[in-house]
């Protein structure tokens, strides 16, 4: 009766309540595998302004969180967003890739899309709003450059990588420590959305030849004038480690 009387309240205000169930909820699926394998530190990497993190909290991950940004602008709200929990910390502005050093980042108008690499057609006319409108010059390191510092009192560990066609660097820069991450999870486009960017197939075979295993894959980026699916969200586990 009572659960009654709150789902008719939340209608009344246009939400509605339902049990999290891993078939149904990606942040839910997600959780469930960082249980599943004892995660206690997840790498968000293309943090913009805390999205990610922010569902993680709130679908009830309890471990660390350390959380990259290259742009000035997103970088300052991730700052603001962090402050108040005390198992977040953002790393200083910076991009990561596959060097030590700056770089110079396109600035998209959605600030989500933004890239180091030049965006395609296909992208812009996807997604409103989402061309670029300027550059930044960052700096730039390599995730094994700056994840030890985060590591000694963690030995189970998680990276996201949401970086808009720059994961293949991040991988290249990242070796050593990726190849003690329980797990992964990427963005993988169907099609090119960025130049020279490296698709679907290239990323699975890499990060399974790297000891990873296709964990779920969970919708992304869909194109809204046709239905196409441009990119999903793929998480990887290493089964060895869950043993």
Not at 57 to 73: A, C, N, T
Not at 77 to 89: F, H, M, N, Q, S
Not at 126 to 152: F, T, W
Request: glycine share 10%; proline share 3%.
């Amino acid at each position: 009766m009572l659960k009654k009387l709150i789902r008719g309240g939340l209608r009344k205000v246009g939400f509605d309540l339902h049990r999290l169930l891993t078939v149904s909820n990606p942040a839910f699926q997600l959780l469930k595998g960082l249980e599943r394998f004892q995660v206690d530190l997840v790498f968000d990497i293309g943090a913009n302004t805390g999205q990610f993190a922010s569902e993680l909290r709130r679908i009830g991950y309890k471990g660390q969180l350390v959380s990259f940004e290259p742009l000035s602008v997103a970088h300052r709200v991730l700052k603001k967003t962090a402050e108040r929990d005390p198992g977040w910390i953002v790393h200083e502005q910076c991009a990561i890739g596959d060097t030590d050093g700056e770089i110079e980042i396109n600035v998209a108008g959605n600030s989500v899309s933004s890239s180091v690499l030049p965006m395609l057609d296909i992208h812009s006319f996807a997604a409103k709003g989402s061309a670029y409108v300027g550059s930044e010059m960052v700096a730039i390191n390599r995730l094994d450059s700056v994840a030890p510092s985060y590591l000694q009192n963690s030995n189970r560990y998680f990276v996201k990588v949401d970086t808009q066609g720059y994961e293949w660097q991040v991988l290249d820069g990242g070796r050593e420590t990726f190849a003690k991450a329980q797990g992964v999870l990427c963005e993988l486009s169907l099609t090119p959305l960025y130049e020279g960017q490296r698709l679907w197939m290239d990323m699975l075979q890499r990060l399974n030849s790297e000891g990873f295993t296709l964990w779920s894959i969970q919708k992304g980026f869909t194109d809204p004038r046709d239905g196409r699916t441009l990119q999903v969200d793929a998480v990887f586990f290493r089964e060895s480690f869950g043993n």
